[in-house]
Nanobody, 122 residues
Framework: VQLQASGGGLVQAGGSLRLSCAAS???????MGWLRQAPGKEREFVGT????????YYADSVNGRFTISRDNVKNTVYLQMNSLKPEDTAVYYC?????????????????WGQGTQVTVSS
């Protein structure tokens, strides 16, 4: 399984971005997640989605602003980010786990994309 994240960039506070994660290989029955890492900080959970797409879960810091979705026909997972804040600045990674459920634990993800930089200016 290979994951390719894209869609990052520079945006002003209050703006929006949509990240995409294109997967090659079998992912339709894998839970997927987005995680991020800011400079000098540990990688942290952002959001996760089950294999079916019916279940999602978000970190408190992004709940209500970010939405994760997936298109299993296109083998792509999305992260819609609205009302962005400077503290959302980080490298965002998509990841897949060998389980249909999602997870908040970075250690439970088996496959990782290369990351895409999101910078939010104040």
């Amino acid at each position: 399984v290979q994951l390719q994240a894209s869609g990052g960039g520079l945006v002003q506070a209050g703006g929006s971005l949509r990240l995409s994660c294109a997967a090659s290989g079998r992912t339709f029955d894998y839970g997927m997640g987005w995680l991020r890492q800011a400079p000098g900080k540990e990688r942290e959970f952002v959001g996760t989605i089950s294999a079916s797409g019916r279940r999602t879960y978000y970190a408190d810091s992004v709940n209500g602003r970010f939405t994760i979705s997936r298109d299993n026909v296109k083998n792509t997972v999305y992260l819609q980010m609205n009302s962005l804040k400077p503290e959302d600045t980080a490298v965002y990674y998509c990841a897949a786990r060998k389980n249909a459920g999602g997870s908040t634990n970075p250690a439970e993800y088996a496959y990782w994309g290369q990351g895409t930089q999101v910078t939010v200016s104040s």
